[in-house]
């Protein structure tokens, strides 16, 4: 791991107009620059960038924050990747703590097995271009059509048709037989022979996330049915298959800038497209889809179209795996490409403005797609319908989101001429049955999400679960449930591909408030991420003769907690807590602390509350002094605690009116004067803070 001072000197360094002006023209606007948004179809300048902040923003899509979160969505690194990154670029040494023996042993062994696969595809491409042999593999390559620029963004080669050609060329030049054997780049027999494992065939080198070479597939040329058409590297250290897409390196940006992934089969699927101008698609390279290579493309996008062959076996290909999609979430649609084409010899015959348009022609929801298909298989048979519509049901309940799995429902029941609330019986039946599996300790409730919603502000943030108050104290919220606290970090160095850390990929939409609190709680936040530091009072008590100083972020926790309040939002809490606890620690700074902080939930909020969008120019502000939140930071902040404590007291108002309106049937005049009490005594409490607010129209309840 990198030790702390080491990421303060990278931050430090970082400027954020050098580092985002590499991939984004930025021109000047006052104060700020401004340029085209990188993370998403921008026709006109919505990416501005602050150097006095040191922090970008798109205010079209939301994406941005610090120089290490640009980098980290731009190049799809992790955290500490993204710091390297930066670290590398000014020329900073990174210290990081010392690895245990062990550690180092795994650390030694897979940077060896990266260096002898990076070896490797240099001399398969050395060979197609310069051994008389490789001609062989660049007139399939020539004949596929793949132009020479391809050919070489893709890395690909060719292994020669020797026993172990690649072994002695490997053994001269320093490699060991050891790393050879464990990245499947040869076999070795019981009697002590060595084979090349591709001889004989183009290569076609598999790529991470981050473009290391941790495999290899080999087409075989010769025509000859006891061999099989294509061998890939095994299992090893380095590669997974199940958490690897063919691809997927040089489609990342690309999918995350048209929010969209193609999924195809196979390698020369992923290239045809490509040169064709179509770059976001990866390949499942011939296996079913796992849920691995389904992580790996949510990190970019939710919309996947599936792509395959028109015939038969692309028909039930397109049906294999979907499930798992729709059950993570994914907006999956199909595509059926016409009979006899498969997305390599479609790409071939179109250039990118018509296989889009045909894509966008011809591409189905794949419920729909499911539903159609299977209602032409079984036909005028009530058996077959049956369990057509069970299957059916069974995919509708897969999908996680109320409103998606709805409209489903509702298109279900009139293509199956089924009644809806028979239906929807029956998803809730399924959703039910397998939340108790799940979870069998815990009730759940028909039709409810098995997960928390995602809220695209802010990733991970939730509503609190109860927004209830306590009867006992006019002013005092029912307590959260509490959360448990997070689990010990693994070490990057030890983490598995299943637990590298997942990006979240930040689409701000128009925001939609979730309670009523929110808002007021959001912008006290905004005083504590700022301003958390800085004195709000300094006097001295007359009593103990002692200097007393409360700063920002400390204050506003104070004042909530002395009514029994805190904030109700999970994240907000937090913040809120970390900053009144560091706020005397000397140094601290709230706005870099939070920035710099590597909960990518916190530095991106705070990164958005620190945001502006428009500033005055320099020759508005030339000849007169603007005010500041500075210069009047105690009326905003106690302003702004008045408005949430009203905001409680107007919700519990609203509770015990609902209340009052439920007893209004009974005879019970004990509990009716009892509300009466509580209702005359909010109101004295609302009146209170309106005249502390001021400035506000008071409507009679």
């Known amino acids: 791991m990198i030790d702390q001072p080491t990421i303060d000197r990278i931050l430090d360094a970082a400027n954020i107009v050098d580092v985002v002006s590499e991939f984004v023209t930025l021109r000047r606007r006052g104060v700020n620059y401004v340029g ?152 070795k027999y019981d009697n002590g022979n060595v084979n090349d494992r591709f001889r004989g065939r183009v290569m076609f080198p598999v790529h991470t996330l981050s473009g290391k070479v941790v495999a290899f597939g080999g087409r075989v040329l010769k025509k000859d049915e006891k061999t099989a058409k294509y061998v890939n590297s095994p299992e090893s250290e380095i590669y997974h298959k199940s958490n690897e897409l063919y691809g997927i390196f040089f489609a990342k940006q690309a999918i995350v800038k048209a929010d969209c992934c193609f999924l195809v089969e196979g390698y020369t699927d992923v290239i045809s497209m490509h040169q064709a101008g179509i770059e976001n698609v990866v390949a499942s390279s011939g296996t079913a889809l796992t849920q691995g290579q389904i992580r790996l493309i949510h990190r970019f996008t939710n919309n996947i179209t599936v792509l395959y062959d028109g015939d038969a076996p692309g028909i039930k290909a397109a049906l294999r795996g979907i499930n798992l999609l729709l059950d993570a979430g994914m907006h999956v649609k199909v595509l059926l490409l016409p009979d006899g084409e498969d997305p390599d010899s479609f790409a071939r015959k179109h250039n990118a403005t018509e296989f889009s348009e045909f894509i966008k022609a011809h591409e189905t929801d794949f419920i729909r797609f499911k539903t159609h298909l299977l209602l032409e298989d079984a036909g005028d048979d009530p058996i077959k319908r049956s369990e057509l519509i069970s299957d059916i049901i069974r995919t509708i309940a897969l999908v996680p989101d109320n409103i998606a799995r709805s409209l489903y429902i509702r298109e279900c029941s009139v293509m199956m001429e089924i009644d809806e609330q028979v239906v929807l019986n029956e998803v809730n039946k399924l959703r039910l049955n397998r939340s108790e599996k799940e979870n069998p300790s815990t009730p759940s409730l028909l039709g409810e999400p098995t997960s928390m919603p995602e809220y695209p502000d802010f990733p991970g943030y939730q509503p609190a679960v109860d927004e209830s108050f306590a009867d006992s104290n006019p002013l005092a919220p029912s307590a959260d449930i509490p959360v448990p606290p997070p689990p010990p970090p693994v070490p990057e160095e030890e983490m598995t591909a299943q637990q590298q850390p997942v990006q979240p990929i930040i689409a701000i939409q128009s925001r939609l408030e979730h309670s009523p609190f929110e808002p007021f709680e959001l912008s006290l936040l905004r005083y504590i991420v700022r301003y958390g530091e800085c004195i709000l009072y300094q006097y001295v008590d007359e009593a103990t003769n002692e200097e007393k100083i409360i700063r920002v972020a400390e204050f506003i926790r104070s004042e909530l907690e002395n009514d029994e309040l805190t904030m109700k939002t999970p994240l907000f809490r937090k913040m809120m807590e970390e900053a009144s606890d560091l706020c005397k620690t000397t140094g601290f700074v709230a706005s870099r602390y939070f920035l710099s902080n590597p909960d990518l939930e916190e530095s991106h909020l705070a990164a958005d509350l620190i945001s502006d969008k428009y500033q005055l120019s320099k020759y508005h502000s030339k000849n007169c002094q603007l005010e500041k939140d500075e210069d009047h930071l105690e009326q905003l902040v106690v302003h702004d605690i008045y408005a949430l404590k009203e905001a409680y007291v107007m919700q519990q108002i609203k509770d015990v009116q609902e209340k009052l309106k439920q007893v209004q049937t009974s005879d019970d005049i004990e509990v009716t004067l009892d509300l009466m009490k509580q209702l005359t005594h909010l109101n004295e409490i609302k009146s209170a803070f309106s005249k502390e607010l001021g400035e506000r129209i008071i409507l009679k309840m």
């Open 36 to 187: 085209l948004c990188p993370f998403h179809a921008d026709k006109s300048p919505s990416f501005y960038v602050s150097p006095a902040k040191n922090i970008c923003k798109c205010f079209a899509c939301g994406e941005g924050g610090t120089a290490v979160h640009f980098i980290m969505k731009h190049e799809q690194l992790s955290y500490f990747d993204a710091l390297r990154y930066l670290a590398k670029k000014y020329n900073i040494e990174i210290k990081e703590r010392e690895l245990t023996d062990r550690e180092k042993q795994i650390k030694s062994d897979r940077e060896s097995m990266l260096i002898v696969n990076g070896w490797a595809q240099e001399y398969f491409s050395n060979i197609l271009y310069n051994h008389q042999d490789g001609k062989i593999g660049m007139r399939y390559f020539v004949e596929r059509g793949f132009r020479e620029d391809t050919i070489k963004k893709f890395q690909l080669g060719f292994s020669l048709d020797q026993r172990d050609a690649l072994y002695q060329a490997a053994i001269r030049s320093g490699y060991k037989k050891e790393f050879l054997e464990k990245t499947g780049l040869v076999i």
